[in-house]
């Protein structure tokens, strides 16, 4: 299987701050790396997909780059609602499987 | 609007069994491969399941593989998991999710999810 690894597990920062989470796949995945968004108590929610495309109705502050095994969600300028865990999730193989997750938390 | 419902969750012991159920709406479900991912309390989201729009393609994740069956009735626009012989390690929040595509694939995602059907394995 397909082992996925996101870093750091947990950052605290800013309103209005740039901030990258990154995920790594234990071997290639070309560009099919999805992210999704979780707050608490709710369901996930998709926010990029293929990389780099983002989903209808999501902020264009989030941005998806990477290739190969190595990937990057960036959130340009941090919103109060942007606080939540994210995931990312490998497509490449029918074993989809999910990073475990990123904490982000207000400093 | 597109909704997931999921239903059939519960307190059972472990070797025991249970069926969850999803029930889905405003959305052709046929169109759709469907699937289920769990989230054990305080921890992330694990991939279960997932199944074609007409059942013809199935996948499991190994730690499930043997125990549990996905299927779905497209002319009832719902989607099953029937699990067995249940063991404390499968205590979590069951989700239902919609795919973008036919089939699984590669480069498919999973773009609408449900609230979720809690599961508790203990004696």
């Known amino acids: 299987d397909i082992q996925m690894t996101q870093s750091p597990s947990s950052l605290s920062e800013s309103v209005g701050d740039r901030v990258t989470i990154t995920c790594r796949a234990s071997q290639s995945i070309s560009s099919h790396l999805n992210w999704y968004q979780q707050k608490p108590g709710k369901a996930p929610k998709l926010l990029i997909y293929a990389a780099s495309s983002l989903q209808s109705g999501v902020p264009s502050r989030f941005s998806g780059s990477g290739s190969g095994t190595d990937f990057t969600l960036t959130i340009s300028s941090l919103q109060p609602e942007d606080f939540a865990t994210y995931y990312c999730?490998?497509?490449?193989?029918?074993?989809?499987?999910f990073g475990q997750g990123t904490k982000l938390e207000i400093k | 609007e597109v909704q997931l419902v999921e239903s059939g969750g519960g307190l059972v012991q472990p070797g025991r069994s249970l069926r969850l159920s999803c029930a889905a709406s405003?959305?052709?479900?046929?169109?759709?491969?469907m699937h289920w991912v769990r989230q054990a309390p305080g921890k992330g989201l694990e991939w279960v399941s997932t199944i074609s729009w007409n059942s013809g393609s199935i996948y499991y994740a190994d730690s499930v593989k043997g125990r549990f069956t996905i299927s779905r009735d497209n002319a009832k626009n719902s989607l099953y998991l029937q699990m067995n012989s249940l063991r404390a390690e499968d205590t979590a929040l069951y989700y239902c999710?919609?795919?973008?595509?036919?089939?699984?694939?590669?480069?498919?995602?999973?773009?609408?999810w449900g609230q979720g059907t809690l599961v508790t394995v203990s004696s």
């Open positions: 405003g959305f052709t479900f046929d169109d759709y491969a």
């Open positions: 999730q490998q497509s490449y193989s029918t074993l989809y499987t």
């Open positions: 999710a919609k795919d973008i595509l036919l089939i699984a694939a590669t480069g498919t995602c999973l773009d609408y």
